[in-house]
T-cell receptor, first 112, second 116 residues
Framework: KQEVTQIPAALSVPEGENLVLNCSFTDSAIYNLQWFRQDPGKGLTSLLL?????REQTSGRLNASLDKSSGRSTLYIAASQPGDSATYLC???????????FGAGTTVTVRA | NAGVMQNPRHLVRRRGQEARLRCSPM?????VYWYRQLPEEGLKFMVY????????ESGMPKERFSAEFPKEGPSILRIQQVVRGDSAAYFC??????????????FGQGTRLTVV
């Protein structure tokens, strides 16, 4: 059974600081890993998808790395802004599976 | 191309009533997945459906919950005789014919069910 853990559960930083969000998973036989953003009372917005053969993906101020052998992924958000305040979810898809396993999320607050 | 559409966005039911949640997948997608998000928890898989078939319902509670994806129309998640513990956000995702989320997973906005 795949277990996904996100640390920390909550994070508060001043505007401009870089954010580092961690995700760990127990079964390294994954197909891909995806980071989502969830705003309060809203749905999930896909941020980055990393295939198992990739080491990282970048989109604008966001960079996600993947170390499959150690079961870890890190989401970096550069120069944080108040608009980055949200909950960030990590989800893993195991090989030969269709069910995503989600972490509980990291709730980020960026203070102006 | 509209995304995954869920309705209603918010649903309030009294204990013992029935709740019906609808999900229309993205155009061209014939596979639907339902997930539930309990307060302060991650999303948990409930059921995977193709048109007119339930492929995997291993995450569904054994009683009161059912799901369908008819040949025509949206997928329906039905909860009978709701209890307070059913209060949660229910999300739907869809994928194309391959049946695996091997590309970016697209989720709907969710239905927030509150049982009073």
């Amino acid at each position: 059974k795949q277990e996904v853990t996100q640390i920390p559960a909550a994070l508060s930083v001043p505007e401009g600081e870089n954010l580092v969000l961690n995700c760990s998973f127990t079964d390294s036989a994954i197909y891909n890993l995806q980071w989502f953003r969830q705003d309060p009372g809203k749905g999930l917005t896909s941020l980055l998808l990393i295939q198992s053969s990739q080491r990282e993906q970048t989109s604008g101020r966001l960079n996600a790395s993947l170390d499959k052998s150690s079961g870890r992924s890190t989401l970096y958000i550069a120069a944080s802004q108040p608009g980055d305040s949200a909950t960030y979810l990590c989800a893993v898809l195991r090989s030969n599976d269709y069910k995503l396993s989600f972490g509980a999320g990291t709730t980020v607050t960026v203070r102006a | 191309n509209a995304g995954v559409m869920q309705n209603p966005r918010h649903l309030v039911r009294r204990r013992g009533q029935e709740a019906r949640l609808r999900c229309s997948p993205m155009k061209g997608h014939s596979h639907v997945y339902w997930y539930r998000q309990l307060p302060e928890e991650g999303l948990k898989f409930m059921v995977y459906l193709q048109k007119e078939n339930i492929i995997d319902e291993s995450g569904m509670p054994k009683e009161r919950f059912s799901a369908e994806f008819p040949k025509e129309g949206p997928s329906i998640l039905r909860i009978q005789q709701v209890v307070r513990g059913d209060s949660a956000a229910y999300f739907c995702a869809s994928s194309p014919q391959t049946g695996t989320l091997n590309t970016e997973a697209f989720f709907g906005q969710g239905t927030r069910l509150t049982v009073v």
